[in-house]
């Protein structure tokens, strides 16, 4: 079975932009999580999705924003991109009551 | 809010000691406990996890990692590292939150192996 895939893996942008990056899940895998990590602040919980909506939320400001599509796939959106955004942002995906989450290889962000 | 604690950011054994990476935590309800390894570059793999039952929980490349509640306590241990062993490793609690699960992590434990 494959794994969670996140596209693109690497990113550039320059401040002020936005940014859309993709995940998708385990066949199966209904639930999709996004965690951003940094050197400073290591691994934060950003948001879920199960059956496109939006179950729980971290606290990150609404510049952050996600979806999730009718076949589990995921997007996560940065709009007006900050120096401080740069990060590995990871999506892990699980089943719907199921504890385990597992991760895609992440998607690089590096904003000059 | 739950949290972890992962003593040492910085870890280093010889080749063929024994590993021992620590993690406490807080919660006030019994947690899910988990250690993910990152691999450079990579995204996070799943090690082991305790849910329920037996304390004792043996994961992949040897690892195994003990739940102590009386000490909120969830320390990784294995035998004989391996140069391949050398990465980070993070341990997690989960939380539920209107039904899902949300993990919060320790800031992790970067093992080094010396041969």
């Known amino acids: 079975k494959a794994g969670v895939t996140q596209t693109p893996r690497y990113l550039i942008k320059t401040r002020g932009q936005q940014v859309t990056l993709s995940c998708s899940p385990i066949s199966g895998h209904r639930s999709v999580s996004w965690y951003q990590q940094t050197p400073g602040q290591g691994l934060q919980f950003l948001f879920e999705y199960f059956s496109e909506t939006q179950r729980n939320k971290g606290n990150f400001p609404g510049r952050f924003s996600g979806r999730q599509f009718s076949n589990s796939r995921s997007e996560m959106n940065v709009s007006t991109l900050e120096l401080g955004d740069s990060a590995l942002y990871l999506c892990?995906?699980?089943?719907?009551?199921?504890?385990?989450?597992?991760f895609g290889p992440g998607t690089r962000l590096l904003v000059l | 809010a739950q949290s972890v604690t992962q003593l040492g950011s910085h870890v280093s054994v010889s080749e063929g000691a024994l590993v021992l990476l620590r993690c406490n935590y807080s919660?006030?309800?019994?947690?899910?406990l988990f250690w993910y390894v990152q691999y450079p570059n990579q995204g996070l793999q799943l090690l082991l996890k305790y849910t329920t039952g037996a304390t004792l929980v043996k994961g992949i490349n040897g690892f195994e990692a003990e739940f102590k509640k009386s000490e909120t306590s969830f320390h990784l241990t294995k035998p004989s590292a391996h140069m391949s062993d050398a990465a980070e490793y993070f341990c997690a609690v989960s939380e539920t939150g209107a039904g899902s699960y949300q993990l919060t992590f320790g800031k992790g434990t970067k093992l080094s192996v010396i041969p």
């Open positions: 919660s006030s309800v019994p947690p899910y």
């Open positions: 892990a995906s699980s089943l719907p009551t199921q504890e385990t989450q597992y």
